[in-house]
Nanobody, 127 residues
């Protein structure tokens, strides 16, 4: 069993920054690829970023490239999402997800590729 818990959400003005954290337990963290997804009201859950177990490989959806950075600290069993230059369209509940593989796989952008999910943390960007 793997548990993941997000934190760090909040209200920020457009152009501001936030850093989300995801603490994981129950599995060797370095052998667990991780991802961030988000879901806005009335919309489907969408991929944001993914990172391999080693942290060497990272992937982003086009709309956040150059603004968001995914990273991890395997010594602390924690993954991060640094979000800069936030826009109102980034407003959503952000979810942390973990999968039973150190590799992100070719399906890293699909929610079905992940085995465990956190409860989500709200990010609201005001204009």
């Amino acid at each position: 069993q793997v548990q993941v818990v997000e934190s760090g959400g909040g209200l920020v003005q457009a152009g501001g920054s936030l850093r989300l954290s995801c603490a994981a337990s129950g599995r060797t963290f370095s052998r667990t690829a991780m991802g961030w997804f988000r879901q806005a009201p009335g919309k489907e859950r969408e991929f944001v970023a993914a990172i391999s177990g080693s942290g060497y490989y990272t992937y982003y959806t086009d709309s956040v490239k150059g603004r968001f950075t995914i990273s991890r600290d395997n010594a602390k069993n924690t993954m991060y999402l640094q979000m800069n230059s936030l826009k109102p369209e980034d407003t959503a509940v952000y979810y942390c997800a973990a999968r039973f593989s150190p590799s992100v796989g070719s399906d890293y952008s699909s929610p079905t590729a992940y085995n465990y999910w956190g409860q989500g943390t709200q990010v609201t960007v005001s204009s």
